[in-house]
């Protein structure tokens, strides 16, 4: 079946625009993450939806980055005010439960001038 | 601190030759580990996780407690196996986000 995919796969804005990334997970999941990844480093955590809500989302950044996921499917990650740090890979992973194999997308490139 | 410390950055061996890439680990509880793969072009997948003590393509992984340790090990690498390799934690209760190393770029010369 159809994995996670995410779009846009590549996202050029300048500085203090606002974005939005979209996740759309595999059907059925229930548990959704997003993860940043700069360049060398492993991808790190920012938030946990299990159905509509945020389980975790201790690590967001600050209070430019809000993730939503109101009905329990696609989630959408949107960044405020976006700096040149936010440039990075943002993954969107889904699993089954907060159990099992978390299922990656293929990322989408932000790159902030 | 929950941390995943993956010490090379790039590992090169001959084809054929034994692979073993480090990871360790820092939690106070239990928790579970798991091996993520991201081949050139490809999205990052799951390789293997401890819990289900299986030798996917040939890698297999132990868990060392005492030494805070989950290397992956093959014992006779192939070109194909040349990938990112990520070590990652996840809490204890297999709930939540996973904890990642930094990568290993293993490269297999022929």
């Known amino acids: 079946g159809a994995g996670v995919s995410q779009t846009p796969s590549n996202k050029v804005t300048e500085k203090g625009k606002y974005v939005e990334l979209r996740c759309d997970p595999i059907?059925?999941?229930?548990?959704l993450y997003w993860y940043r990844q700069s360049l060398g480093q492993g991808p790190e955590f920012l938030i946990y939806?299990?159905?509509?809500?945020?389980?975790?989302d201790s690590g967001l950044p600050n209070d430019r980055f809000f993730a939503v996921r109101p009905e329990g499917s696609v989630s959408t990650l949107k960044i405020q005010r976006t700096e040149r740090g936010d440039s990075a890979v943002y993954l969107c992973?889904?699993?089954?439960?907060?159990?099992?194999?978390?299922?990656f997308g293929p990322g989408t490139r932000l790159t902030v001038l | 601190a929950q941390r995943v410390t993956q010490p090379e950055k790039l590992l090169s061996v001959f084809k054929g030759a034994p692979v073993e890439l480090k990871c360790n680990y820092s939690?106070?509880?239990?928790?579970?580990l798991f091996w993520y793969v991201q081949y050139s072009r490809q999205r990052l997948q799951l390789l293997l996780r401890?819990?289900s003590r299986e030798s996917i393509k040939g890698f297999t992984a132990d868990l060392n407690k005492g030494e805070t340790s989950f290397h992956l090990k093959k014992p006779f690498a192939q070109e194909e196996d040349s990938a990112m390799y990520y070590c990652?934690?996840?809490?204890?209760?297999?709930?939540?986000?996973?904890?990642f190393g930094k990568g290993t770029k293993l490269s297999v010369k022929p």
């Open positions: 401890h819990i």
């Open positions: 939806f299990q159905g509509t809500g945020a389980a975790d």
């Open positions: 992973a889904s699993s089954f439960s907060g159990a099992d194999t978390q299922y």
């Open positions: 990652a934690l996840q809490r204890g209760g297999s709930q939540g986000n996973l904890i």
């Open positions: 059907s059925g999941h229930t548990a």
């Open positions: 939690y106070s509880g239990s928790p579970e």
